[in-house]
């Protein structure tokens, strides 16, 4: 089993949409959270951590259930800007246990 | 404010032969990490230094070297380069293990 899963995708959805990205991971010992975007043939950029209580940052709020080990990733207002692939990370708090979704896509269409 | 500056940025290498990635940070970061990226597999960590002075194996170690030269640079080296190490490369850093971490912008390698 994958210590974390993302759904691919891809999502396509028209700007000024809301969309939402579920991300499950295995181990529920995980410490640490955190959202990624990567756009094509570039590196992953640090877009959120996330945290136990939930946080906002603008269009983006993350939150996390410890309960059925999930994080998600709410986009409001889509603009072009954010197609990308979103990568979900989960530390389970040592340094090889670092662990990278597959990413899911998504393009906002005009 | 450079960042993470990984060299080379492309690289195109016959089976059997040697060559190391370099990385460099500007962050003062104490760790640093190797990453492969293949289609589908999503990152995967091959080294990392939790610390100057240390490092550990990743989840794909077999067929790799890694040096850490000092706290701003850590190399990875790959000695006989066979055909499934094809695949981007990505260095990171961050402050500490819990803590984010920032990549470099990647080394396309290619093994013929």
């Known amino acids: 089993r994958k210590e974390v899963e993302q759904d691919p995708g891809p999502f396509n959805v028209p700007e000024g949409a809301t969309v939402a990205f579920n991300c499950t991971y295995s181990n529920s010992a995980s410490q640490s959270f955190f959202w990624y975007r990567q756009d094509c043939r570039k590196e992953p950029k640090l877009l959120m951590s996330?945290?136990?209580s939930g946080n906002e940052d603008g269009r983006f709020t993350a939150q996390l259930n410890r309960a059925s080990q999930y994080i998600s990733l709410l986009i409001r207002d889509s603009k072009l800007s954010d197609s990308a692939t979103y990568l979900c990370v989960v530390n389970l708090g040592t340094g090889n246990q670092f662990y990278f979704g597959t990413g899911t896509s998504l393009t906002v269409i005009p | 404010n450079a960042g993470v500056t990984q060299t080379p940025k492309f690289q195109v290498l016959k089976t059997g032969q040697s060559m190391t990635l370099q990385c460099a940070q500007d962050m003062n970061h104490n760790s640093m990490y190797w990453y492969r990226q293949d289609p589908g597999m999503g990152l995967r960590l091959i080294y990392y230094?939790?610390?100057?002075?240390?490092?550990d194996k990743g989840e794909v170690p077999n067929g790799y070297n890694v040096s850490r030269l000092n706290k701003r640079e850590f190399s990875l080296r790959l000695e006989s380069a066979a055909p499934s190490q094809t695949s981007v490369y990505f260095c990171?850093?961050?402050?500490?293990?819990?803590?984010?971490?920032?990549f470099g912008d990647g080394t396309r390698l290619s093994i013929l």
């Open positions: 996330v945290y136990s």
């Open positions: 230094s939790a610390s100057e002075g240390t490092t």
């Open positions: 990171a850093s961050s402050d500490g293990l819990f803590q984010p971490q920032h």
